[in-house]
């Protein structure tokens, strides 16, 4: 009876852990087949900067859309973002902070650079100027990233400082609460030589690794069935 017991009670373990681990492989292709849809809805849209307001309220109502927004940068205030890759070569990425005409500033991410040939070498990045220009760009929304990117149970909230927090605290800034991915600007050394790419539309494995926990289940429960079995028959013979 004691074995039974414990055997019993093994297998729910394992498939209540098989469950569980099936839920959050659901959940995740839940939060990626959700981003896919906001791309592949938004990538052909534009907005204007006044629509930007709506980051508060609706944020995947603006994320991934385009904008033309006239203003200048801010040279003096660049990060170089750390661990990009632009066809498996290693490199950065370049944010450059942007004041539009109407005064509100903005990150903007113009792209990869490749590293330089060591780790004290700097990477060579394209100059801009103070001066005027019109760019081109894709809103991206921080808490739309935070969803995507998840956690290790893939919750829609990071208890960690977000990127447009620490890019304001590293340059000592207060921006709006949407950054820009660079697309072209009307001064033609302004544009990106390899600008930042649209994540990959795909839904990814979980779906899969999904089903795949589920059969997992079902398999621990067919076992505990044949070794529940095969004892009492070996009981009935002993009988």
Same mark, same amino acid.
């Given at each position: 009876?004691?074995?039974?017991?414990?055997?019993?009670?093994?297998?729910?373990?394992?498939?209540?852990?098989?469950?569980?681990?099936?839920?959050?492989q659901f959940h995740r292709y839940e939060i990626?087949?959700a981003r896919n849809e906001i791309i592949k809805?938004?990538?052909?849209?534009?907005?204007?900067?006044?629509?930007?307001?709506?980051?508060?309220?609706?944020?995947?109502? @603006?994320?991934? /859309?385009? @904008?033309?927004?006239?203003?200048? +940068?801010?040279?003096? /205030?660049?990060?170089?973002?750390? !661990?990009?890759?632009?066809?498996? !070569? +290693?490199?950065?990425?370049?944010?450059?902070?942007?004041?539009?005409?109407?005064?509100?500033?903005?990150?903007?991410?113009?792209?990869?650079?490749?590293?330089?040939?060591?780790?004290?070498?700097? *990477?060579?990045?394209?100059?801009?100027?103070?001066? &005027?220009?019109? @760019?081109?760009?894709?809103?991206?929304?921080?808490?739309?990233?935070? #969803?995507?990117?998840?956690?290790?149970?893939?919750?829609?909230? !990071?208890?960690?400082?977000?990127?447009? &927090?620490?890019?304001?605290?590293?340059?000592?800034?207060?921006? %709006?609460?949407?950054?820009?991915?660079?697309?072209?600007?009307?001064?033609?050394?302004?544009? *990106?030589? =390899?600008?930042?790419?649209?994540? %990959?539309?795909?839904?990814?494995?979980?779906?899969?690794?999904?089903? #795949?926990?589920?059969?997992?289940?079902?398999?621990? =429960?067919?076992g505990w069935f044949l070794v529940v079995r095969?004892?009492? #028959?070996?009981?009935?013979?002993? =009988?």
């Open positions: 009876m004691k074995r039974f017991l414990g055997l019993t009670a093994l297998a729910l373990v394992l498939i209540a852990l098989c469950l569980q681990a099936a839920r959050w990626r087949h809805e938004n990538i052909s849209k534009s907005i204007n900067e006044p629509d930007l307001s709506r980051v508060t309220t609706d944020p995947s109502s @603006i994320a991934w /859309k385009r @904008i033309e927004i006239r203003g200048h +940068f801010e040279p003096t /205030k660049e990060i170089l973002v750390r !661990n990009r890759y632009h066809y498996e !070569n +290693f490199g950065y990425g370049v944010v450059t902070l942007f004041v539009s005409d109407s005064g509100k500033r903005y990150w903007v991410d113009r792209g990869w650079v490749k590293a330089g040939k060591d780790a004290t070498t700097p *990477p060579v990045t394209q100059t801009v100027t103070t001066e &005027e220009n019109r @760019i081109v760009a894709r809103v991206r929304v921080e808490n739309i990233e935070k #969803q995507v990117g998840g956690t290790l149970f893939a919750t829609s909230q !990071n208890s960690g400082s977000s990127v447009l &927090e620490r890019w304001n605290g590293s340059a000592s800034v207060a921006t %709006e609460p949407v950054y820009f991915d660079l697309i072209s600007s009307d001064r033609e050394g302004f544009t *990106p030589t =390899a600008p930042t790419e649209l994540p %990959e539309i795909s839904d990814g494995p979980h779906l899969a690794y999904t089903f #795949q926990w589920i059969l997992f289940a079902i398999l621990i =429960a067919f095969e004892d009492r #028959q070996v009981q009935s013979a002993k =009988a």
